[in-house]
Antibody
C-alpha cells in the first residue's frame, strides 16, 4: 500500500529555515519521483519541486534560490529545505508520488 | 514558465446539472494535463490525467477534453459529493504549473 507522510515543525520564525520530511512506504524512491506542493490558507496549489528516482531535481522558478530537495533512499525519506522564510510561506505542504499518491499534508505557520 | 488560466474561479450549480471547468495553456503542452479534485481539509485527488484519461476509481460522470490549448473538465449530472475545488496542472514542462483553481458550490 502506497503511503506518504509529511512531518516537520508547525511554527517557524521569519528568516529561518524550514525543514520537512516526507516518509514513504509501499514503494522505492529509486523507482518513483516525489513532488512537493504547497497551499496557502484559502488559496490555490503551488508546485514547488520534484526529486526524480535518479536523484535529479527541478524547482519552481520563484523558489529555486532558496529551495532544496534531497532524499535518503535507504530510509525511504525525502527532504525539503527552504531558507529565508517569510509570512507568505505559511501554507500546508504536501509531498506526492508522481502527483498520484499524496500525503495528508503538514501545516506550517511562519510567525514570530 | 507556462501559465495556466483557469475559469471560472467559482461557480454554483444545481444537482443534476452539467458543469464545465476550463484551463487554457499559454504554450503547447500537448495532452500533459491533470485535473485534481480537492475537498476541504483534504489532499488533492487526481481525477483526470493526460487530459482525457479517467483515473482509477473516478466516476464515469467525469470527463476531460481538449480543444487546441483549451482543456476542459466536465461533470455530467452533478452530485452532492462533487462539491469541491478543482485544479488543473500542466506537466509538459518544468516547472510544472497549476491553474488558480475553481470552487464548485451547490446552488
Amino acid at each position: 500500500q502506497v503511503q506518504l507522510k509529511e512531518s516537520g515543525p508547525g511554527l517557524v520564525q521569519p528568516s529561518q529555515t524550514l525543514s520537512l520530511t516526507c516518509t514513504v512506504a509501499g514503494f522505492s524512491l529509486t523507482s518513483y519521483n516525489v513532488h512537493w506542493v504547497r497551499q496557502p490558507p484559502g488559496k490555490g496549489l503551488e508546485w514547488m519541486g520534484v526529486i526524480w528516482n535518479t536523484g535529479g531535481t527541478r524547482y519552481n522558478s520563484a523558489l529555486k534560490s532558496r529551495l532544496s530537495i534531497s532524499k535518503d533512499t535507504s530510509k525511504s525519506q525525502v527532504f525539503l529545505k527552504m531558507n529565508s522564510l517569510q509570512t507568505e510561506d505559511t501554507a500546508t505542504y504536501y509531498c506526492a508520488r508522481d502527483l498520484t499518491y499524496w500525503g495528508q499534508g503538514v501545516m506550517v505557520t511562519v510567525s514570530s | 514558465d507556462i501559465q495556466m488560466t483557469q475559469s471560472p474561479s467559482s461557480m454554483s450549480a444545481s444537482l443534476g446539472d452539467r458543469v464545465t471547468i476550463t484551463c487554457q495553456a499559454s504554450q503547447d503542452i500537448g495532452n500533459n494535463l491533470i485535473w485534481f479534485q480537492q475537498k476541504p481539509g483534504k489532499s488533492p485527488r487526481r481525477m483526470i490525467y493526460y487530459a482525457t484519461n479517467l483515473a482509477n476509481g473516478v466516476p464515469s460522470r467525469f470527463s476531460g477534453s481538449r480543444s487546441g490549448s483549451d482543456y476542459s473538465l466536465t461533470i455530467i449530472s452533478l452530485e452532492s459529493e462533487d462539491m469541491a475545488d478543482y485544479h488543473c496542472l500542466q506537466y509538459k514542462q518544468y516547472p510544472h504549473t497549476f491553474g488558480a483553481g475553481t470552487k464548485l458550490e451547490l446552488k
